[in-house]
């Protein structure tokens, strides 16, 4: 079965950097998108950053785009963001998403359990 | 970007009963959108694509409709499992947004 474990979720101070880890199972990575999307008590659901099989083409929302990468290793059958310059409103929970299709804007169709960041001085 | 809103915010229902949720568009997104709900802790679970259709594996309890604007899903014969909050998300235009959410509660 589909699996989706993130890790690598903590405290960082405000301007500090963070990469998150998702370790993918239970199908054929290498042939599938990949997304993140986070989750805060305050704005909800936000979907952050697509990746492309073989890392090709990225995408990213405006709120993070310049301080988010998002990348892949196929190899290892996992997905990262690397999160620099964050900000008390990063703070949130991170979800990894496998994107189930690629029509229009696409969506996910099998998610993580979360990884928590939390930015605070 | 597109702004998705779910009516109720919450309901409380019995084992057994059936609900609707609905979410509204605030543009035509054709039938470009999902279903999924969270439990607490646990990762969401993904029901329903293109409006209307089943994820595999989701069993035929839960059905989606409408087009364009305005969406509904709806459970029937509630049983604990059910319990959880509900959303929506367009994929018509790029951002994907997401619906605020629907809290389903026990009576």
């Known amino acids: 079965q589909v699996q989706l474990v993130e890790s690598g979720g903590g405290l960082v101070k405000p301007g500090g950097s963070l990469r998150l880890s998702c370790a993918a199972s239970?199908?054929?990575?290498?042939?599938?998108?990949m997304s993140w999307i986070r989750q805060t008590p305050g704005k909800g659901l936000e979907w952050i950053s697509y990746?492309?099989?073989?890392?090709?083409?990225?995408n990213y929302a405006d709120s993070v785009r310049g301080r988010f990468t998002i990348s892949r290793d196929d190899a290892k059958n996992s997905v990262y963001v690397q999160m620099n310059s964050l900000r008390a409103e990063d703070t949130a929970v991170y979800y990894c998403?496998?994107?189930?299709?690629?029509?229009?804007?696409?969506?996910?169709?099998?998610w993580g359990q979360g990884a928590l960041v939390t930015v605070s001085s | 970007d597109i702004q998705m809103t779910q009516s109720p915010s919450s309901l409380s229902a019995s084992v057994g009963d059936r609900v609707t949720i609905t979410c509204r568009a605030s543009?035509?997104?054709?039938?470009?959108l999902v279903w999924f709900r969270q439990k607490p802790g646990k990762a969401p679970q993904s029901l329903i694509y293109?409006?209307?259709s089943l994820h595999s594996g989701v069993p035929s309890k839960f059905s989606g409709g409408g087009s364009g604007t305005e969406f509904t899903l709806t459970i029937t014969s509630l049983q604990p499992e059910d319990f959880a909050t509900y959303y929506c998300?367009?994929?018509?235009?790029?951002?994907?947004?997401f619906g605020g959410g629907t809290n389903v509660e026990i009576k």
């Open positions: 998403g496998r994107v189930g299709s690629t029509v229009k804007a696409g969506f996910v169709d099998y």
């Open positions: 239970g199908f054929i990575f290498s042939d599938y998108w």
């Open positions: 990746i492309s099989p073989g890392g090709t083409t990225t």
């Open positions: 543009q035509d997104i054709s039938n470009f």
């Open positions: 293109a409006a209307s």
């Open positions: 998300q367009q994929y018509d235009t790029y951002p994907p947004t």
